[in-house]
């Protein structure tokens, strides 16, 4: 088995190689490798990638995406944890964790992992090397119905019912329209907000952010977002393509948008925002605001949901969360869960409840 370090000046040039072209499974993308590449807190020699191949195939991998974090007056340069695959035939062999080891390595023990699953929570609890950085909880608000995709997501049997449920969902948000839509005009929403979309961060907006990163963990300004912006992990296909069913996370989907707002009422910037629509979904991966405007801002975010015809939004930020307990829309299903991360033991005399994070901060504002 050999093992191999990609490092960021080493992306560009592997994706677009013969060797990358004859690859059954691949590691990463060709625009995963390009932002990966104009990621401005990263340097050409940064560890992108640590992959393990067997004849000539890869067999598993983990990804690194470089940062830094800004705690108890320091600077610390790190990376975080972004995908982790080990082929089915190599499952419990310790692949995994032998990549995993040699990312955080080259790190120094500077590593994160921002959102976990049950299966690589107990990698991390029996290493004994992570603790955990912060939980995050959300709510996921379901406004019009989604049957057709919810049955599909769960059992692919159900596609021969496929247009009957489809004339369902079609049918009871019809139905349902006009007392959504009666319930965002009646807010006056569209009247108190209006909304200006930023293309680059400019002065006033990066001004307005850094009222409130004083305590925030990884302290994103006009360069980062700018990056979040320009260079997307997912594009946007009605289709799979070939290179879709050869990497096995997020790389495409029939809709995805990151679009950035400016927030005015009576004239006053009040919050920026950051939205991330996949498909009928929209989530809030960052948002700068002060909690007195957290009111109008739900409401402007469900006037986005009934403008872009979405069937639901996550939001993380607990003043959100708090209003949404008050705010008069329709509520089809509601559910809360907690997002777990992780941050090696390196860091563990830091008190994290002292700091913020944003729900997009490490990988997840890009899938």
Known sequence: MDIREYRIKDLLEFTASDEYRRLMTVPVTPHRALSQAKNPRAGENDLALVVAYDKGEPVGYVGAVPDYMFAGNEEFKMAWGSTGWVHPDYKNTGIYVVLLFRAM???????????????????????????????????????????????????????????????????????????????????????????????????????????????????????????????????????????DKKYFFSSSSRLFRLNAFKLYENNNLIAIIILKQRDNHISVPYAFYNESTAKNILQYLFYVLFKNKADKITVFNDDLINELNKVKIVKLYVKTRERKSYITKKFDTLDFNEYSIQSGDGDVVFT
């Open 105 to 243: 390595e080259f790190y120094h023990n500077n590593f994160a992992l921002a959102e976990v699953s049950e299966s690589a929570e107990k990698v991390f609890i029996k290493s004994k090397k992570f603790i955990q950085l912060k939980n995050l909880v959300s709510k996921t608000i379901v406004c019009r119905s989604c049957m057709t995709q919810v049955l599909l997501n769960r059992n692919r049997k159900f596609k021969l019912l496929f247009p009957f449920f489809k004339a369902a969902d079609f049918l009871f948000n019809a139905l349902m329209y006009p007392v959504f839509s009666y319930r965002i005009k009646s807010s006056g929403i569209a009247k108190k907000i209006s909304a200006v979309e930023i293309h680059e961060f400019d002065e006033e907006s990066t001004a307005f952010i850094k009222k409130y990163q004083e305590k925030n963990l990884f302290q994103r300004g006009k360069e980062e977002f700018d990056w979040i912006l320009q260079y997307p992990w997912v594009t946007e296909s009605s289709r799979k393509s070939t290179e």
